[in-house]
């Protein structure tokens, strides 16, 4: 396992976490926001970038979006053969109202974050 996908999967893992609570608890908006915080720390990690968009796509299919559901759909793609040449805009929250191509501002603890998985790379 790549070290950075090592260092920050615990973070994307505390996300993922609250999602499911959100989920048992029939929030679906809340779920969705910790899916799209999973998203912007663990985009960088083919896997955790494709885990990710792949939970979207459950949460589409289970809402009942098809724009979410097609654009995860496209995501996936992308996110499975992509992000190792590191084509990723940072930031990007990774649902489909926003362009896959969108840069967007990175909050204060998800770059610490971020920055603190890279540092303890070998």
Request: hydrophobic share 35%.
């Amino acid at each position: 396992m790549l070290t950075f996908t090592r260092n920050i999967t615990p973070h994307v893992n505390k996300e993922l976490d609250l999602a499911a609570a959100a989920k048992r608890a029939n929030k679906p908006e809340q779920e969705f926001k910790h899916l799209e915080n999973a998203h912007v720390l663990g985009q960088e990690s083919t896997y955790q970038h494709t885990k990710v968009h792949c939970l979207m796509l459950m949460w589409g299919l289970r809402q009942l979006n098809g724009r979410e559901v097609l654009g995860q759909l496209f995501r996936i793609i992308g996110a499975s053969t992509k992000t190792a040449f590191g084509l990723v805009p940072s930031g990007n929250t990774g649902g489909s109202n926003i362009s896959p191509f969108a840069k967007l501002p990175l909050s204060a603890e998800h770059q610490q974050t971020i920055l603190k998985a890279k540092q303890t790379q070998s």
